[in-house]
């Protein structure tokens, strides 16, 4: 890589790089985050690789992400690809990420689709669903451990877990109700007072 | 072909649930492809989403195959595009709002009130997938070794996804 000699602190702006460049970073990481956990992967070539941004500006980018529908490895992207190049940026950074899942998703889908191949590939397809779910476990452990605190997180985990596959209630419903219950219970408490600045903002998320 | 509005509907709709991550809007997504629609088994869906976490990228590209698999490549088009673009879009409004939206005292609110319920909804997505995907004594086991692996090791899950493979290839036939 050519970046070797790149300087230690972020680009002073960020308005230089390219949209092919965009394209080929989010292509390349598209294509090579295997096992989940893409947001590791981003930080790696955006943070670490690129230096288009600094692990400040990379944690508010993937704490917006969390709080939105929609992927956050997507997410992430666009909201990158915005911030380096405007529009342009977040759908180049965007298509890039997908692309190269989505030709292995079609291939996938052309092999699945072949008579009989459902049959063939469905004990091998059984193995891997048994594994993706300690995979998947073990995702959600890992997120619970370092961000669940408090009685009502424990409440409203187990609301939506209960809500789903007990009361049958459908997803929609568990996540407008017990979604607004969590946020009235942790509405703002505090008379207004001078905002704080984004790097206290950022270290209280940690 | 006559699939492709009710594709695009349903993905659109599955995309605007999934806070957090693609898990929360798995029993949903059950409902809607085997009971409603009725393109998929419950066992197909665990296969198509299971191949998902072999792929590169974001796993939720498995909308791709449900839509390849019910309308050929135009399927698989119009699901990506209805499930990554509408939330695409409020993805980038709000992140270009999101400074302004630092002096909204709601905003820290949202935030800390979603992530249990975003944790809550992934594991009864996790819940409803198992029960499918974890079968008997064989299933149990290379979930549970699957876990205990990615919690305490480096390795790549990669690894285990395809080991798991290799054993359902030869065992669970």
Redesign the interface.
């Known amino acids: 890589m050519s970046e070797a000699a790149a300087p230690s602190a972020p680009r002073e702006s960020k308005r230089d790089v390219s949209l092919l460049e965009i394209f080929g970073e989010f292509l390349l990481?598209?294509?090579?985050?295997?096992?989940?956990?893409?947001v590791a992967y981003l930080r790696d070539g955006l943070v670490r690789k690129k230096r288009w941004f600094d692990d400040v500006e990379f944690l508010?980018?993937t704490?917006?992400?969390?709080?939105?529908?929609?992927?956050?490895?997507?997410?992430i992207a666009?909201?990158a690809g915005?911030r380096l190049r405007g529009?342009a940026g977040?759908a180049t950074a965007?298509v890039a990420?997908?692309?190269?899942?989505?030709l292995?998703?079609?291939v996938?889908?052309?092999i699945?689709?072949q008579p009989g191949a459902?049959h063939s590939?469905?004990?091998?397809?059984?193995?891997?669903?048994?594994?993706?779910?300690?995979?998947?476990?073990?995702?959600?452990?890992?997120?619970?451990k370092k961000?669940?605190s408090g009685f009502?997180?424990?409440v409203?985990?187990?609301?939506?877990?209960m809500?789903?596959?007990y009361f049958k209630l459908?997803?929609?419903t568990?996540?407008i109700v017990?979604?607004a219950l969590?946020?009235?219970?942790?509405?703002?408490r505090r008379t207004?007072q001078p905002?704080e600045t984004?790097d206290e903002?950022i270290r209280s998320l940690h | 072909m006559d699939q492709i509005p009710a594709l695009i509907r349903v993905f659109g709709y599955l995309?605007?649930?999934?806070?957090?991550?693609?898990?929360?809007?798995f029993?949903?997504m059950k409902?809607q492809i085997v009971d409603v629609h009725h393109w998929l088994s419950a066992?197909?869906l665990?296969?198509?989403?299971?191949?998902?976490?072999?792929?590169?990228?974001?796993?939720?590209?498995?909308?791709?195959?449900?839509?390849?698999?019910v309308s050929r490549?135009p399927g698989?088009l119009v699901c990506?595009l209805a499930f990554?673009v509408p939330?695409?879009f409020?993805?980038?409004g709000?992140?270009?709002a999101?400074k302004k939206l630092?002096?909204w005292?709601?905003r820290?609110?949202?935030?800390?009130?979603?992530?249990?319920?975003?944790?809550?909804?992934?594991?009864?997505?996790?819940?409803?997938?198992?029960k499918?995907?974890?079968?008997g004594w064989?299933?149990?086991a290379?979930?549970?070794?699957?876990?205990?692996?990615?919690?305490y090791t480096k390795l790549?899950?990669?690894?285990?996804?395809l080991?798991?493979?290799?054993?359902?290839?030869?065992?669970?036939?």
């Open positions: 990481i598209g294509a090579t985050s295997f096992g989940g956990g893409v508010e980018l704490s917006i992400s969390n709080t939105l529908p929609g992927l956050n490895a997507t997410n666009i909201l915005d529009f977040a965007l990420i997908c692309l190269p899942a989505f292995f998703m079609v996938a889908g052309i699945y689709g459902r590939s469905g004990a091998a397809l059984r193995g891997v669903a048994a594994a993706a779910t300690g995979l998947l476990a073990a995702t959600w452990f890992k997120i619970g961000s669940l009502y997180d424990a409203f985990v187990l609301a939506a877990v809500g789903i596959n459908g997803v929609p568990v996540l017990v979604g969590a946020i009235i219970a942790y509405r703002p207004p905002a984004e903002w | 995309s605007f649930l999934t806070i957090g991550g693609g898990m929360a809007a029993p949903e409902v066992e197909e665990t296969h198509v989403y299971s191949t998902g976490q072999m792929s590169p990228g974001p796993n939720m590209m498995m909308v791709a195959e449900v839509g390849q698999l490549f698989a990506a990554f939330t695409g409020l993805t980038f709000v992140g270009r999101w630092e002096k005292p709601w820290a609110s949202i935030q800390r009130g979603l992530g249990p319920v975003a944790i809550g909804l992934a594991v009864a997505g996790l819940i409803t997938f198992g499918t995907a974890v079968t064989l299933t149990f290379l979930g549970l070794i699957t876990f205990f692996a990615v919690v790549n899950p990669v690894l285990f996804i080991g798991g493979a290799v054993v359902g290839y030869f065992a669970l036939r």
